[in-house]
């Protein structure tokens, strides 16, 4: 089982930036491909984006493509989601997600291990 912990969600401006942050308690993080996720009012879940056990590979939803980064930390066991030119669209519960699975899955149903979510709000 690998535990995690988001943090760093709140209210936003159009134009703005946030930086979200998941911490995971386990010390075998590097195992893991890690992934982000949100999901907004009235919308199934959204792939954002996904990083691989080295962090030499990412993979990003179309939406957030150009704005997002998200990377990691293995020796500090996190990993980050900048979120840069933030649209009120945005505003979502996002949610850090965990598999032992190779590679850089935008699949929901690939995905183990979550966190409990953080609120994302984006005011125009």
């Known amino acids: 089982q690998q535990q995690l912990v988001e943090s760093g969600g709140g209210l936003g401006q159009a134009g703005g930036s946030l930086r979200l942050s998941c911490a995971a308690l386990r010390r075998t993080f590097s195992y893991y491909t890690m992934a982000w996720f949100r999901q907004a009012p009235g919308k199934e879940r959204q792939f954002v984006a996904a990083i691989s056990k080295s962090g030499s590979s990412t993979n990003y939803g179309d939406s957030v493509k150009g704005r997002f980064t998200i990377s990691r930390d293995n020796a500090k066991a996190t990993v980050a989601l900048q979120m840069n030119s933030l649209k009120p669209e945005d505003t979502a519960v996002y949610y850090c997600?965990?598999?032992?699975?190779?590679?850089?899955?935008?699949?929901?149903?690939?995905?183990?291990?979550w966190g409990q979510g953080t609120q994302v709000t984006v005011s125009s």
């Open positions: 997600a965990a598999t032992q699975l190779l590679g850089v899955s935008g699949l929901e149903r690939n995905y183990d291990f």
